[in-house]
């Protein structure tokens, strides 16, 4: 390998020993913020190409680089009921919103970091609705109805702070009141302070996007992704929104009460065998 493939081998396994997994994208900006490389089109392939060749080699193990867009869809198997039955014991999980006086959803405009907020979220028992960009109507529609059987509902917002990461936020707004839900809904991340705070890379705003003037005129021409803010700040956020909207005490009482029930599952399955 090249010097130049080595030295960002090098560096990117210094990154993902500080957490992973992380996406190549995360790793390519972490690297732009230690200004090892520049922010180009350019220099992030030449990350990826890296990170295959590191993995190819064993210097960096596989799964500390998810790609969350191409995952195989596995069929359901199990050996035999005994393995059925823990894993019905893992799945069972109580409904937490039944003590909440206020349902919490999140919405993250892309996949490649649905890995972390899955993480997070999971213990909470949050949805997490990926949009992979401005989502489709039937998503908005189907979120109206959760959003208006649960009221009062907030939903927490994680996107791009770009022109079209800007208007899809201010889009999900309008079209899920066009659907009669009026949530409250937060833009958590990324944000103008957010880039300010950690220093995060710049980029210029499309100029082929037809949003771009009125985002200029705004914001000034720059643009940043989500995936630049670092992974450990991302996943502290979205906790810190999490935790200070739910009622843990009435969450802990649900964890202890689907304990309970859990071991009752257990022993029934285990009485029909």
């Not at 894993?87 to 006086?101: G, I, K, P």
């Not at 970091?113 to 999971?122: A, D, K, P, Q, R």
Request: hydrophobic share 35%; proline share 5%; glycine share 6%.
């Amino acid at each position: 390998m090249q010097a130049k493939t080595i030295r960002l081998i090098e560096i990117a396994k210094e990154i993902l020993l500080e957490g992973h997994p992380m996406t190549v994208r995360q790793v390519y900006y972490r690297q732009v913020s230690r200004q090892v490389i520049k922010n180009n089109r350019g220099q992030y392939q030449a990350v990826s190409n890296a990170l295959v060749e590191a993995r190819r080699s064993g210097v960096i193990p596989w799964e500390w680089v998810e790609d969350r867009l191409r995952r195989p869809r596995l069929v359901s198997m199990w050996a035999g009921l005994p393995e059925f039955a823990e894993t019905c014991r893992r799945s069972y999980r109580r409904d937490v919103w039944e003590t909440q006086s206020n349902y919490l959803e999140v919405w993250l405009e892309k996949d490649a970091l649905s890995g972390i907020f899955e993480n997070v979220l999971n213990p909470y028992g949050v949805t997490l609705n990926v949009g992979r960009g401005y989502d489709g109507w039937d998503s908005i529609h189907n979120a109206a109805q959760r959003y208006i059987e649960k009221p009062p509902a907030t939903v927490l917002y994680f996107g791009d702070f770009d022109p079209s990461g800007e208007d899809m936020f201010h889009s999900l707004i309008k079209r899920l009141g066009d659907q009669g839900a009026t949530p409250e809904i937060i833009k958590c991340a990324l944000t103008r302070e957010d880039i300010t705070r950690y220093e995060l890379p710049p980029d210029f705003a499309k100029k082929t996007d037809t949003r771009t003037p009125a985002f200029i005129l705004k914001h000034g021409d720059i643009s940043v992704e989500l995936d630049a803010l670092p992974p450990d700040v991302l996943r502290a956020r979205l906790e810190d929104e999490i935790s200070s909207r739910m009622d843990l005490e009435a969450l802990k009482e649900i964890k202890t009460l689907e304990e309970t029930e859990r071991a009752e599952l257990v022993k029934l399955l285990e009485g029909s065998r």
